[in-house]
C-alpha cells in the first residue's frame, strides 16, 4: 500500500482553488466568439469567386445570350424580307412574261388577219 | 505614332468593307444612271436585286411543303441573280426609244438571242425577250416590256432549264407557253449557227474560185 504524504492534499487544494480570472479576459474572450462568427468571403458555392465576380460574370453570359436572340430575331426578319423580295420578283417576271405573251400574240394575230385579208386592215404596230 | 498608325489601317478596313458592300449592292446589269432618272420620274416603282449569296440567304427561309415557295426555292437554288425595276408613270412620255435602247444595248452580245420583238413609234408598246445561250443551255434571260405609264426590266442570270419555266407555269402569273418560248429560243439559236455556218461555207467557195 503506498503511504501518502501528508502535504499532497493541502497542495492539491490550494492548486484547484478557484482564482479570479485576469482583468478583462471575459471580454478578449467574447470578442474572439464573435469574430469567429462573421462570415468569411469564401465565395459563393466555395467556387472561391467573390460574389461580384460572379454577378458580373451572369450579365456576361446573360448580355451574349440576349445579344444572340437578338442576332437570331434580327437573321428572321432579313430572311423573310429576301424571302419576299424572291416572291414579288417571280411576280413580277411572271406578269411581265405575260403582258409580253400578250402583246406577241395580238401582234401575231392582227398579221394573220392582215394577210388572210379578213375584213378590215387592222394596222400593224409601227416597226421602227 | 504606332497607335495612329493602327487605328488608320483599321479605319481603312472598316471604309473599304463598307464600299465593297456598297458596291455589291448598287452592282446592276442595267445603266444606273437611267435607273435613278426613271425612279426620279416614277409615280411608283420596284427595284429587286438579288445576288447569288441574297439568293442563298432567301432559299433559306423559304418553305420547301408550300407549292408557290417550294418551286421558287428549287428555281432560285440555282439562279445567280434576280433583277427586276418596275416603274409606274402617272402620265405617258416618262421615257424615250433612246432609254430602251441603252437597256437593250447591255443584252445585244453574241451570246444573246433576240427572242421576241415588238416594237412601237415611241416605244411604249415595245417588247423584248432575250435568252443567254450556252452550248445550247439558257444561262440567261432578259424581259423587256413598255406601257404608255409602264416599264418593266427582268433579267434573271443562271441557268434557267426549259422544266423550270414549265414547274413554274401558273404560278408567279407565269404563263404556260413560257416553255414554248424557251424551246423556241434554242430553235432560233441552231438557225443563227447554221446560217453562220452556211455563210462561213460560201465564203470559202468564193474565194476559192478562180
Known amino acids: 500500500m503506498v503511504e501518502m504524504k501528508d502535504d499532497f492534499e493541502p497542495e492539491l487544494r490550494e492548486q484547484l482553488r478557484a482564482r479570479e480570472a485576469p482583468a478583462g479576459f471575459a471580454d478578449r474572450v467574447m470578442a474572439r466568439v464573435a469574430k469567429r462568427q462573421q462570415p468569411q468571403h469564401r465565395g459563393w458555392l466555395g467556387f472561391g469567386m467573390p460574389v461580384w465576380q460572379w454577378a458580373v460574370a451572369t450579365l456576361l453570359v446573360a448580355a451574349m445570350v440576349a445579344g444572340g436572340l437578338e442576332r437570331e430575331r434580327e437573321q428572321r426578319e432579313q430572311g423573310a424580307r429576301a424571302r419576299e423580295q424572291v416572291l414579288l420578283a417571280l411576280h413580277i417576271t411572271g406578269s411581265t412574261l405575260r403582258e409580253v405573251q400578250q402583246k406577241v400574240g395580238a401582234s401575231d394575230a392582227v398579221h394573220e388577219m392582215n394577210q388572210k385579208g379578213a375584213g378590215a386592215v387592222i394596222p400593224e404596230k409601227d416597226e421602227p | ?210
Open chain 2, 1 to 210: 505614332m504606332r497607335a495612329s498608325v493602327r487605328n488608320a489601317f483599321w479605319v481603312g478596313l472598316a471604309v473599304a468593307a463598307t464600299a465593297a458592300g456598297a458596291w455589291a449592292q448598287a452592282s446592276s446589269p442595267f445603266p444606273v444612271t437611267l435607273e435613278k432618272q426613271l425612279a426620279e420620274r416614277a409615280a411608283n416603282y420596284t427595284e429587286v436585286s438579288l445576288d447569288k449569296r441574297m439568293l442563298d440567304f432567301a432559299s433559306r427561309f423559304l418553305n420547301a411543303k408550300d407549292s408557290d415557295q417550294g418551286q421558287a426555292k428549287r428555281i432560285i437554288e440555282k439562279l445567280d441573280g434576280v433583277y427586276v425595276r418596275s416603274y409606274e408613270f402617272d402620265k405617258p412620255g416618262q421615257y424615250t426609244t433612246a432609254d430602251l435602247e441603252s437597256v437593250r444595248r447591255q443584252f445585244e452580245t453574241p451570246e444573246w438571242t433576240e427572242l421576241v420583238k415588238t416594237r412601237s413609234r415611241d416605244g411604249s408598246d415595245d417588247a423584248d425577250i432575250y435568252m443567254k445561250l450556252v452550248n445550247g443551255e439558257a444561262q440567261g434571260m432578259f424581259i423587256l416590256d413598255a406601257e404608255a405609264k409602264e416599264l418593266d426590266f427582268v433579267y434573271i442570270s443562271g441557268p434557267i432549264r426549259p422544266e423550270d419555266l414549265q414547274d413554274l407555269s401558273g404560278n408567279f402569273g407565269i404563263p404556260s407557253d413560257a416553255y414554248a418560248l424557251s424551246k423556241k429560243a434554242k430553235e432560233k439559236d441552231q438557225t443563227k449557227a447554221d446560217e453562220k455556218t452556211q455563210k462561213s461555207a460560201d465564203k470559202t467557195q468564193k474565194e476559192g474560185q478562180p
